[in-house]
Protein backbone atom coordinates (compact mmCIF):
# COMPACT_ATOMS: atom_id res chain seq x y z
CA UNK A 1 0.00 0.00 0.00
CA UNK A 2 1.85 3.27 -1.13
CA UNK A 3 1.99 6.08 1.89
CA UNK A 4 0.51 9.35 0.86
CA UNK A 5 2.23 11.99 2.30
CA UNK A 6 1.56 13.94 5.10
CA UNK A 7 2.64 15.08 8.73
CA UNK A 8 1.77 12.08 10.50
CA UNK A 9 1.20 12.63 14.49
CA UNK A 10 3.52 10.74 17.07
CA UNK A 11 0.41 9.93 18.69
CA UNK A 12 -2.60 9.09 16.07
CA UNK A 13 -5.48 7.63 18.34
CA UNK A 14 -8.16 9.70 19.35
CA UNK A 15 -10.40 7.15 22.00
CA UNK A 16 -14.06 8.14 21.36
CA UNK A 17 -15.45 8.63 25.12
CA UNK A 18 -18.95 7.94 24.19
CA UNK A 19 -20.30 7.10 27.81
CA UNK A 20 -23.55 8.04 29.34
CA UNK A 21 -22.19 7.95 32.90
CA UNK A 22 -19.12 10.21 34.01
CA UNK A 23 -17.36 7.59 36.36
CA UNK A 24 -17.21 4.96 33.23
CA UNK A 25 -15.20 7.94 31.31
CA UNK A 26 -13.09 8.22 33.86
CA UNK A 27 -12.66 4.27 34.55
CA UNK A 28 -11.94 4.09 31.01
CA UNK A 29 -9.37 6.61 30.80
CA UNK A 30 -7.61 5.50 33.98
CA UNK A 31 -6.82 2.14 31.96
CA UNK A 32 -5.32 4.20 29.06
CA UNK A 33 -2.26 6.28 28.80
CA UNK A 34 -1.98 9.95 27.15
CA UNK A 35 1.43 9.11 25.57
CA UNK A 36 -0.43 6.64 23.30
CA UNK A 37 -3.53 7.95 22.93
CA UNK A 38 -5.90 11.40 22.72
CA UNK A 39 -10.13 11.28 23.85
CA UNK A 40 -12.61 12.78 22.08
CA UNK A 41 -15.63 13.86 25.03
CA UNK A 42 -18.53 14.31 22.50
CA UNK A 43 -22.26 15.63 22.47
CA UNK A 44 -23.43 13.15 25.38
CA UNK A 45 -20.74 13.33 27.77
CA UNK A 46 -20.39 16.72 27.62
CA UNK A 47 -24.44 17.82 27.92
CA UNK A 48 -24.70 15.67 31.01
CA UNK A 49 -21.55 16.88 32.84
CA UNK A 50 -20.17 19.68 31.13
CA UNK A 51 -16.64 21.33 31.58
CA UNK A 52 -15.96 19.61 34.87
CA UNK A 53 -15.64 16.42 32.64
CA UNK A 54 -13.32 17.59 30.18
CA UNK A 55 -10.78 19.34 33.35
CA UNK A 56 -10.53 15.95 34.93
CA UNK A 57 -9.49 14.34 32.21
CA UNK A 58 -7.07 16.84 31.78
CA UNK A 59 -5.73 16.62 34.66
CA UNK A 60 -5.38 12.87 34.12
CA UNK A 61 -2.68 14.21 31.51
CA UNK A 62 -4.98 13.54 28.12
CA UNK A 63 -5.11 16.08 25.36
CA UNK A 64 -8.71 16.42 24.96
CA UNK A 65 -11.25 16.76 21.65
CA UNK A 66 -14.17 18.72 22.24
CA UNK A 67 -16.51 16.97 19.24
CA UNK A 68 -19.74 19.22 19.84
CA UNK A 69 -19.95 20.13 15.97
CA UNK A 70 -20.98 23.82 16.16
CA UNK A 71 -23.36 24.68 13.67
CA UNK A 72 -25.03 28.59 14.27
CA UNK A 73 -24.83 31.99 13.60
CA UNK A 74 -21.10 33.25 13.41
CA UNK A 75 -21.24 35.25 16.69
CA UNK A 76 -22.59 31.95 18.65
CA UNK A 77 -20.51 29.56 17.21
CA UNK A 78 -17.15 32.37 17.53
CA UNK A 79 -18.07 32.75 21.30
CA UNK A 80 -18.24 28.96 21.58
CA UNK A 81 -15.01 28.36 20.29
CA UNK A 82 -13.62 31.10 22.32
CA UNK A 83 -15.29 29.17 25.22
CA UNK A 84 -13.27 25.54 24.14
CA UNK A 85 -10.12 27.81 24.37
CA UNK A 86 -11.01 28.97 27.64
CA UNK A 87 -11.07 25.39 28.59
CA UNK A 88 -7.53 24.33 27.28
CA UNK A 89 -9.08 21.64 24.97
CA UNK A 90 -6.70 20.62 22.20
CA UNK A 91 -8.81 20.51 19.37
CA UNK A 92 -12.52 22.22 18.62
CA UNK A 93 -14.36 21.27 15.93
CA UNK A 94 -17.37 22.91 13.57
CA UNK A 95 -19.66 22.03 10.73
CA UNK A 96 -18.61 23.60 7.26
CA UNK A 97 -21.64 23.69 5.96
CA UNK A 98 -22.50 26.75 8.40
CA UNK A 99 -21.04 28.63 5.67
CA UNK A 100 -17.81 31.26 4.98
CA UNK A 101 -18.92 33.80 7.45
CA UNK A 102 -19.10 31.42 10.19
CA UNK A 103 -16.01 29.65 9.55
CA UNK A 104 -14.36 33.49 9.43
CA UNK A 105 -15.90 33.97 12.40
CA UNK A 106 -14.55 31.18 14.33
CA UNK A 107 -11.29 31.53 13.25
CA UNK A 108 -10.57 34.85 13.89
CA UNK A 109 -11.59 34.48 17.47
CA UNK A 110 -9.61 31.71 18.15
CA UNK A 111 -6.65 33.82 16.69
CA UNK A 112 -6.82 36.23 19.23
CA UNK A 113 -6.71 33.58 21.91
CA UNK A 114 -3.06 32.54 23.86
CA UNK A 115 -3.26 28.92 23.22
CA UNK A 116 -5.90 28.21 20.55
CA UNK A 117 -7.01 24.26 20.08
CA UNK A 118 -6.98 23.10 16.67
CA UNK A 119 -9.91 24.11 14.46
CA UNK A 120 -11.01 21.19 12.96
CA UNK A 121 -14.36 21.55 10.31
CA UNK A 122 -16.94 18.49 10.01
CA UNK A 123 -17.93 17.82 6.16
CA UNK A 124 -20.14 14.92 5.86
CA UNK A 125 -21.08 12.40 8.23
CA UNK A 126 -19.79 8.82 8.62
CA UNK A 127 -23.14 7.42 8.82
CA UNK A 128 -23.74 9.35 5.92
CA UNK A 129 -23.90 7.56 2.22
CA UNK A 130 -25.42 8.75 -1.28
CA UNK A 131 -28.97 7.89 -0.39
CA UNK A 132 -28.41 9.86 2.88
CA UNK A 133 -27.33 13.20 1.27
CA UNK A 134 -29.90 12.88 -1.55
CA UNK A 135 -32.78 12.63 1.16
CA UNK A 136 -31.16 16.21 2.43
CA UNK A 137 -31.06 17.50 -1.19
CA UNK A 138 -27.41 16.95 -1.78
CA UNK A 139 -26.91 15.24 -4.95
CA UNK A 140 -23.63 13.63 -5.97
CA UNK A 141 -21.52 11.54 -4.31
CA UNK A 142 -20.34 12.05 -0.38
CA UNK A 143 -16.75 12.35 -1.63
CA UNK A 144 -17.63 15.62 -3.94
CA UNK A 145 -19.04 17.34 -1.15
CA UNK A 146 -16.10 16.23 0.95
CA UNK A 147 -13.91 17.92 -1.14
CA UNK A 148 -15.87 21.18 -1.81
CA UNK A 149 -16.87 21.47 1.87
CA UNK A 150 -12.73 20.31 2.65
CA UNK A 151 -11.63 23.18 0.09
CA UNK A 152 -14.10 26.06 2.04
CA UNK A 153 -12.19 25.07 5.01
CA UNK A 154 -8.84 25.40 3.95
CA UNK A 155 -9.60 28.65 2.06
CA UNK A 156 -11.19 30.17 5.66
CA UNK A 157 -7.95 29.06 7.64
CA UNK A 158 -9.38 26.16 9.48
CA UNK A 159 -6.46 23.45 10.27
CA UNK A 160 -8.09 20.70 8.62
CA UNK A 161 -11.46 18.76 8.16
CA UNK A 162 -13.39 15.56 10.03
CA UNK A 163 -13.73 13.14 6.64
CA UNK A 164 -13.85 9.80 6.42
CA UNK A 165 -10.55 7.74 5.20
CA UNK A 166 -12.04 7.06 1.87
CA UNK A 167 -11.93 10.75 1.35
CA UNK A 168 -8.78 11.44 2.87
CA UNK A 169 -6.72 10.30 -0.08
CA UNK A 170 -8.61 13.31 -2.15
CA UNK A 171 -8.62 15.75 0.06
CA UNK A 172 -4.73 15.26 1.20
CA UNK A 173 -3.61 15.10 -2.74
CA UNK A 174 -5.43 18.59 -3.10
CA UNK A 175 -4.62 20.17 -0.20
CA UNK A 176 -1.08 19.20 0.89
CA UNK A 177 0.36 17.81 3.65
CA UNK A 178 -0.19 20.76 6.08
CA UNK A 179 -3.76 20.48 6.21
CA UNK A 180 -4.89 18.01 9.19
CA UNK A 181 -7.32 15.04 8.40
CA UNK A 182 -9.34 13.86 11.71
CA UNK A 183 -11.22 10.64 10.38
CA UNK A 184 -14.02 8.65 12.30
CA UNK A 185 -15.00 5.12 10.55
CA UNK A 186 -12.26 3.73 11.54
CA UNK A 187 -12.58 -0.18 12.26
CA UNK A 188 -9.67 -2.84 13.16
CA UNK A 189 -10.06 -5.53 10.55
CA UNK A 190 -12.89 -7.86 12.06
CA UNK A 191 -14.57 -5.47 14.36
CA UNK A 192 -18.15 -4.50 14.42
CA UNK A 193 -19.08 -1.53 11.75
CA UNK A 194 -22.00 0.03 13.94
CA UNK A 195 -23.23 2.64 12.71
CA UNK A 196 -20.80 3.66 10.16
CA UNK A 197 -20.48 3.38 7.13
CA UNK A 198 -17.52 4.55 5.42
CA UNK A 199 -14.76 2.77 7.08
CA UNK A 200 -11.52 1.25 6.64
CA UNK A 201 -8.96 -0.16 9.08
CA UNK A 202 -6.49 1.81 10.73
CA UNK A 203 -3.42 1.14 8.36
CA UNK A 204 -5.35 1.79 5.81
CA UNK A 205 -6.79 5.04 6.71
CA UNK A 206 -3.30 6.40 7.53
CA UNK A 207 -2.28 5.35 4.29
CA UNK A 208 -4.75 7.22 2.70
CA UNK A 209 -3.56 10.07 4.31
CA UNK A 210 -5.10 11.11 8.02
CA UNK A 211 -3.62 11.88 10.39
CA UNK A 212 -5.94 11.48 13.67
CA UNK A 213 -7.62 8.65 14.24
CA UNK A 214 -11.00 8.57 16.07
CA UNK A 215 -11.78 4.82 17.73
CA UNK A 216 -14.44 4.40 20.34
CA UNK A 217 -15.48 0.69 20.95
CA UNK A 218 -13.25 -1.28 19.48
CA UNK A 219 -11.38 0.09 22.16
CA UNK A 220 -13.68 1.05 24.87
CA UNK A 221 -15.14 -2.34 24.43
CA UNK A 222 -12.43 -4.29 25.06
CA UNK A 223 -12.00 -6.15 27.90
CA UNK A 224 -8.40 -5.07 27.96
CA UNK A 225 -8.83 -1.56 26.76
CA UNK A 226 -4.62 -0.30 26.84
CA UNK A 227 -3.65 -3.37 25.21
CA UNK A 228 -6.61 -2.98 22.16
CA UNK A 229 -5.15 0.51 22.38
CA UNK A 230 -1.12 -0.56 21.74
CA UNK A 231 -2.28 -3.52 19.16
CA UNK A 232 -3.74 -0.31 16.66
CA UNK A 233 -0.81 1.59 17.18
CA UNK A 234 1.36 -1.03 16.58
CA UNK A 235 -0.56 -1.01 13.25
CA UNK A 236 0.01 2.03 12.45
CA UNK A 237 3.40 2.00 13.00
CA UNK A 238 3.82 -1.03 11.34
CA UNK A 239 1.76 1.19 8.53
CA UNK A 240 4.38 4.28 8.28
CA UNK A 241 7.37 2.14 8.37
CA UNK A 242 6.12 0.15 5.09
Keep these: MTQIQSIQP ?7 LDFASDASAFTLAEQLDPARCRLKVGKELFTRFGPACVEQL ?8 LDLKFHDIPN ?3 AACA ?6 VWMVNVHVSGGRAMLEAARDRLNQCTHPPLLIGVTVLTSLDRA ?4 IGCAGEPHERVFALA ?4 TTGLDGIVCSPHEAASVRAGLGPNFRLVTPGVRPA ?5 DQKRVMTPAEALAAGADYLVIGRPITQATDPLSALDAINQ ?4 CLEN
Aim: net charge negative; proline share 2%; charged share 10%.
Design 83 to 88: AAADLG
Design 10 to 16: IKPIIVA
Design 235 to 238: SCLN
Design 132 to 135: DLAA
Design 76 to 78: TVA
Design 58 to 65: QRLGFEVF
Design 190 to 194: GAALG
Design 151 to 154: QLAH
